[in-house]
């Protein structure tokens, strides 16, 4: 039962209390060892589980990610072409302010914020006004502070997310790295599937690299977040320096890619523990 398994999670005492247990005689230590085991399993579940439940979700923050920053390179075009031909009549102050703000919202509201940079545009042909450079400059800040917060927003979302499968699979290591300390050589007294299930264990906690990835996805966050710090304003936190645009989008590309690996690697020890079953 899923609830029940959960409800286990949430009450499950740290390995500390077994931390010596090895030691004790051969009788015990058979005991204590098919408990660690029996720990093991449970936690296993719960981590498919968090895995199955969460998957999607995460996936879809990446994507978004991904997303945020092709849409970042949009508008910095637009505004580019906006800023040189605006002399020459092509788009109208508020017409560049508008058609930005069409880009800005397109892969949120589809269709409707695309009608309204059609419209822009075509009211920027009729119009005998050029785009002025604070319309620009006004276009730019809005977008760059929009983005800004939806990259936070979307970042604190997946560490949220991923925060209980990264503990599940600290917990699964640490009891891997307790049960290696019994010689299954001497141990007597411990029932058959117990001694299969450890290893199963001790083989696929030693080839994959899904411990590694989520230990480092706090670091890459917070790395992230420094570099972000480095392509605003220290005035306007919220603007970014002039001519960034593409580094921040470049920046953005680069954590989404970091953890859709992070990512693979965790379905992927799902997916090995699913096959030694």
């Avoid at 999670?9 to 660690?36: H, I």
């Avoid at 919202?105 to 450079?133: D, H, N």
């Avoid at 990264?166 to 019994?182: N, W």
Wanted: charge should be positive.
């Amino acid at each position: 039962d899923d609830k029940e398994l959960l409800q286990w999670w949430n009450t499950v005492e740290p390995w500390d209390e077994l931390s010596k247990d090895y030691l004790l005689s051969k009788g015990r230590e058979a005991r204590t060892f098919t408990t660690k085991v029996h720990r093991i399993q449970n936690s296993l579940r719960v981590y498919a589980l968090l895995l199955t439940e969460r998957g999607e979700s995460l996936q879809n923050h990446i994507t978004e990610l991904s997303n945020l920053a092709n849409n970042i390179d949009k508008v910095s075009k637009k505004l580019k072409i906006a800023a040189i031909t605006g002399a020459g009549g092509a788009v109208g102050g508020v017409a560049a302010v508008a058609a930005v703000a069409g880009l800005v919202l397109s892969p949120f509201t589809l269709g409707a914020s695309l009608a309204v940079t059609a419209a822009a545009v075509g009211v920027g042909v009729a119009a005998t006004g050029a785009a002025t450079g604070a319309s620009v400059a006004i276009a730019n800040k809005v977008t760059t502070t929009q983005d800004r917060e939806k990259v936070e927003k979307i970042l604190q979302d997946y560490t949220s997310e991923i925060g209980d499968i990264e503990s599940c699979l600290a917990f699964i290591q640490t009891g891997i790295e307790h049960l290696r300390r019994h010689n299954l050589s001497t141990l007597t007294g411990v029932d058959t599937e117990a001694v299969k299930v450890a290893k199963i264990m001790e083989v696929a906690g030693g080839s994959t690299s899904a411990f590694g990835a989520l230990s480092r996805s706090s670091g890459i966050i917070e790395g992230f977040a420094t570099g972000m710090e480095l392509l605003f304003n220290k005035k306007d936190e919220r603007k970014l320096k002039k001519g960034m645009q593409s580094k921040f989008a470049k920046k953005i590309r680069m954590v989404a890619s970091q953890l859709q690996s992070q990512l693979n690697e965790c379905f992927e020890y799902k997916r090995k523990l699913e096959l030694k079953e």
